[in-house]
């Protein structure tokens, strides 16, 4: 079973639609939470990051994580043609004796069409 | 300031030789991660290192080997390249090493392609 599960997609919304993104894992010890957001031959660009359980809200983008059902989304509000990108989950235990590695998902694609 | 620079922007290799992808994290940033991104996948980690000290490895052959510099830039190699280590390398920064508020910045990659 991989660390962190994710939906491919790709999905494709209407503009000003609210997108959805979601991913589940495996590992009760995550407590960092991060969503990045990649586009065609870039680097992932860091979009939320949250520590533990509850909600962040920054801008049109809202963060939430369930840890007891080891479940995280990310919304998007009023969905805009250059949201179009691939979508990664990234989760961490933090530090340990192995370093602080950040286990990621597959990345969802998604597109907003105009 | 500048991002996480990594150099150079593309590699086409053959089979059996040896490549070196070099990052310079953001200033400030003690930190330095690699991670590999095969096509239509996540990143993969490979190594972190921190002070100049390798601090993680993930499950990469010992083909694989990195070193950071007393500047804090660092240097991945990879020995033997074989068809599979085509991918996109990744560099990350990150500016403290333990506490939480330490997400990864990534640069835009080197693609590295092997024949």
């Known amino acids: 079973q991989k660390e962190v599960e994710q939906d491919p997609g790709p999905l494709s919304v209407p503009e000003g639609a609210i997108v959805s993104l979601n991913c589940t894992y495996s590992?009760?010890?995550?407590?960092?939470f991060m969503w990045y957001r990649q586009y065609s031959r870039k680097g992932p660009e860091l979009l939320m990051y949250?520590?533990?359980?509850g909600n962040k809200e920054d801008g049109r983008f809202t963060a939430q994580v369930d840890k007891s059902s080891k479940y995280i989304s990310l919304f998007i509000r009023d969905s805009q043609p250059s949201d179009s990108a691939t979508y990664l989950c990234?989760?961490?235990?933090?530090?340990?004796?192995?370093?602080?590695?950040?286990?990621f998902g597959t990345g969802t694609s998604l597109t907003v069409i105009p | 300031d500048a991002g996480v620079t990594q150099s150079p922007t593309h590699l086409i290799k053959t089979r059996g030789q040896q490549v070196t992808l070099r990052c310079s994290p953001i200033?400030?940033?003690?930190?330095v991660s690699w991670y590999q991104q095969v096509l239509g996948q996540g990143p993969q980690f490979i190594f972190q290192?921190?002070?100049?000290?390798?601090?993680g490895r993930g499950n990469f052959p010992d083909r694989f080997s990195a070193r950071q510099f007393p500047n804090y830039s660092s240097e991945l190699n990879v020995n033997a390249l074989l068809l599979g280590d085509s991918a996109l390398y990744l560099c990350?920064?990150?500016?403290?090493?333990?506490?939480?508020?330490?997400?990864?910045?990534f640069g835009n990659g080197t693609r590295l392609t092997v024949t």
């Open positions: 200033s400030g940033h003690k930190s």
């Open positions: 590992n009760s010890a995550f407590q960092y």
């Open positions: 949250t520590y533990s359980s």
């Open positions: 990234a989760m961490s235990i933090g530090f340990s004796n192995t370093g602080n590695q950040f286990y």
């Open positions: 290192y921190y002070e100049k000290e390798e601090r």
């Open positions: 990350a920064s990150s500016l403290v090493f333990q506490t939480y508020n330490s997400p990864l910045h």
